[in-house]
């Protein structure tokens, strides 16, 4: 028996039935951690690793973390989010010793059996969903019609969708809760594909 493709994975989506831009929901409307948070393995967003380095993690989500302390999982997405800096930032900047540091604490701390990477179904249904938003939210302009500057703000805005539906789905793959402070692309993202794989929280 022939087993399912990436062509069927790709074709679960139609892109047509999104042609509005999408809006941003209140709060109330939201996933954010509370009681009735669901009782799944948390995946950490990179956010997370940012916001406790700064020392804005809200209370309800170190006490989440807390009380699942052995079901916490790291995703490799997050891994190289957080690695890209050690190559890029310049050695010359007298902070950047520093911020190495803090990266390879953040990444000592992931052990590999513990850390999950997203399959090629993963890939595939990320870009898809990172495709729609980027159309609907109006970055999908011809190259023609932007300056240099113009076009390098939308490959990069491109980018972090393409890395955030990434995280989104592995954690639907791998049925455990994306943990994360990026309200804005989650928000979109679980309208475009509803489930209950998200808690979020907003910086203090």
Known sequence: MRSET??????????????????????????????????????????????????????????????????????????????ISIGLLNPEDP??????????????????????????????????????LARTQGLARPKRNLNPDQACCQEGRRRELLLDALLYVTATEQNMLLLSGNTRHLDLLLQLRPSHNVVLYRPI
Not at 24 to 41: C, G, K
């Open 6 to 83: 990436i062509g069927t994975v790709a074709k679960r989506y139609q892109p047509a039935r999104f042609k509005e831009t999408l809006r941003y929901r209140p709060d109330s409307e939201l996933p954010f951690a509370s009681a009735t948070t669901p009782f799944l393995p948390l995946l950490l967003d990179t956010t997370y690793y940012l916001d406790r380095s700064a020392g804005r993690l809200p209370p309800s989500v170190r006490a989440l973390i807390s009380s699942r302390q052995h079901l916490v999982y790291n995703c490799a997405v997050v891994c190289a989010e957080l690695a």
């Open 95 to 132: 902070r950047t010793s520093s911020s190495i540091e803090a990266i390879h604490i953040h990444l000592d701390e992931m052990q590999r059996d513990k850390t999950v990477a997203p399959s090629s179904e993963a890939w595939t249904e990320a870009a898809i969903l990172a495709g729609i």
